[in-house]
């Protein structure tokens, strides 16, 4: 029996790019660069597949019977396959050609939010095309095999473009392993998730809050957090496209949390800012890190966070909470939050 088996794979590989490219947003650590990779490789092999039914794509657009008889579902085909040749174009363009924005939006931003705009439109399709997702054809062999020959020529791809680029000593080759660009200068882009904005913070009525699920509550004033001496060095990677490295200096976290003393079944802390902005994290995630208040040995400035900003080397910029005023244990788990945050 006939069916369309690339709609199978197209599906396959758009899940696989979704999933890969969420855990790139995500995680900073080296762990889950893996992710980013597989991500583009996945990109490609999408690629391929295009180019391998080029032919059968245009017979089919030029086909008058299918534009009779499903000239709706044909125009919504082809809006759906613009949109992906737009995303994958513009992921291209930020790898290969360097950082670029539009409309005061990032290229990897827009890049994102066109990929989920156009999960409707898969979804419409996998639904027109539901005989493919018949178990019998999904475990079918030669699926796999076809599969395998994308992902190779995905792979393949993927390494001629970044060694050409490298080679070509183009901009996308001093790019990070999740894909941002680096900020070098003196100072770095200061930037607020959502609808955050600079607070005004009176430092003679702030104070450190660390409460919750412990023994001892305390406070601290601006000027004991700024006494604090413990240095790291970690890099801040903006979900926007952009990181740098730079060395921080505050309170470690696990010194204020063993202050406080956690009482027993303490599973994650709760950081808020000024602004009513938290992210959560686990007890583990907690343990590295850190409170700062300076950066490369200067006082945080308000845009970057003043008085006190987390820093986690594992995490993605829109973790490291900015203007932190408190710090709360909690009896629940981290995953009582949002993957990522919607405020």
């Known amino acids: 029996m006939r069916y369309p088996w690339a709609n199978i794979l197209l599906i396959v590989l758009v899940v696989a790019e979704l999933i890969t490219g969420y855990l790139g947003l995500t995680h900073s650590n080296p762990e ?3 992710s980013m990779h597989l991500h583009r490789i996945m990109g490609f092999a999408i690629l391929a597949l295009f180019l391998w039914k080029s032919r059968n794509i245009v017979t ?18 082809i809006i759906l396959l613009a949109g992906l040749l737009l995303v994958m174009g513009l992921g291209l363009a930020w790898s290969h050609f360097g950082s670029y924005s ?32 018949r178990t019998r054809y999904l475990a079918d062999r030669r699926n796999l095999l076809r599969l395998g020959g994308l992902a190779l020529a995905g792979f393949m791809l ?17 790019r990070r392993q999740s894909g941002s660009y680096p900020e070098d200068g003196a100072d770095f882009p200061v930037t607020m998730w959502l609808n955050d904005s600079v607070p005004y913070v009176d430092p003679a009525a702030w104070r450190l809050t660390v409460n919750g699920h412990v023994e001892r509550p ?11 001496t413990h240095r790291l060095t970690a890099t801040l990677d903006c979900t926007g496209g952009w990181y740098t490295t730079r060395e921080w200096t505050g309170m470690s976290v696990s010194d204020l949390l063993s202050r406080a003393l956690p009482k027993q079944g303490a599973g994650s802390i709760t950081i808020k800012s000024r602004t009513g902005y938290t992210r959560r994290y686990s007890m583990a995630e907690a343990s590295r890190a850190l ?9 945080l400035s308000a845009g970057h966070g003043y008085p006190a900003r987390l820093v ?30 919607l405020t």
């Open 32 to 34: 889950w660069f893996a």
């Open 158 to 174: 993927w390494r001629v473009t970044e060694f050409a680029g490298i080679l070509a000593a183009s901009p996308g080759a001093v």
């Open 291 to 299: 409170l700062a208040v300076k950066v490369d040995g200067n006082p």
């Open 312 to 341: 986690e080397p594992h995490k993605r910029g829109y973790d490291w909470v900015k203007w932190v005023d408190s710090i709360t244990v909690n009896d629940t788990g981290k995953w009582w939050q949002s993957p990522l945050p």
């Open 102 to 133: 539009l409309l005061g939006f990032s290229g990897t931003t827009i890049h994102l939010n066109l990929a989920l705009l156009l999960l409707p439109l898969l979804l419409a399709h996998a639904l027109r095309h539901r005989i493919s997702l």
């Open 60 to 77: 089919s657009l030029r086909s008058p019977h299918n534009w009779r008889t499903s000239g709706r579902a044909m125009l919504w085909s």
């Open 218 to 228: 305390f406070q601290l004033t601006i000027d004991e957090v700024q006494a604090a």
